[in-house]
Antibody, heavy 121, light 113 residues
């Protein structure tokens, strides 16, 4: 079964760093892009960026460029989303997702269960 | 402000037909990029409903259909059921001077009366 399993919920303070993960299984991890999507409480979906684990080619939305870092470790089939200094406005549910086919603009047919990040002093 | 515009809400009675629009521009839908649709039930991850403008993944009922014309796309749901009450999002790709990236619509809440 193709699936993405994300790390658990996090509660952090402003200014702290954080790295959340998304582990793929049931398919060739290096052959598909993996994207990250933010959903703030009560709000819609926002595409943050995407990485191709095969060669670490990474693309970011202009809204998130410089705000987060997307990376992947193909040896353990895991993608990451990282912040160096969290803000309260980073409080949101974060989903990783895999496109249906091997282009990063394609529909996401596989989604992780989501990681809730809460940033509060 | 989303690059793709959806109505905030739509509603319909059981058995009726509803449509949800997704309006873009010449840098996304109008440029020929595909539109995809998702359903998100409360507290769950989004689920792919329609890909490539009008294709249904395996397991999605044929009550759901998608279309695209010009700078807009639409999701139609026929034979409305209580379990269709959810948020719906369109997705496409935008390429302009500011860059090229995936974009979502703002989402539409469907209420089954």
């Amino acid at each position: 079964e193709v699936q993405l399993v994300q790390s658990g919920a996090e509660v952090k303070k402003p200014g702290e760093s954080l790295k959340i993960s998304c582990k793929g299984s049931g398919y060739s991890f290096t052959s598909y892009w993996i994207g990250w999507v933010r959903q703030m409480p009560g709000k819609g979906l926002e595409w943050m960026g995407i990485i191709y684990p095969g060669d670490s080619d990474t693309r970011y939305s202009p809204s998130f460029q410089g705000q987060v870092t997307i990376s992947a470790d193909k040896s353990i089939s895991t993608a990451y989303l990282q912040w160096s200094s969290l803000k309260a406005s980073d409080t949101a549910m974060y989903y990783c997702a895999r496109p249906l086919r091997r282009t990063y603009s394609d529909a996401f047919d596989i989604w992780g269960q989501g990681t809730m990040v809460t940033v509060s002093s | 402000q989303s690059v793709l515009t959806q109505p905030p809400s739509v509603s319909g009675a059981p058995g009726q037909r509803v449509t949800i629009s997704c309006t873009g521009s010449s840098s996304n839908i109008g440029a020929g990029y595909d539109v995809h649709w998702y359903q998100q039930l409360p507290g769950t991850a989004p689920k792919l409903l329609i890909y490539g403008n009008s294709n249904r993944p395996s397991g999605v009922p044929d009550r759901f259909s998608g279309s695209k014309s010009g700078t807009s796309a639409s999701l139609a749901i026929t034979g409305l059921q209580a379990e269709d009450e959810a948020d719906y999002y369109c997705q496409s790709y935008d390429s302009s001077l500011s860059g090229a990236y995936v974009v979502f619509g703002g989402g539409t809440k469907l209420t089954v009366l």
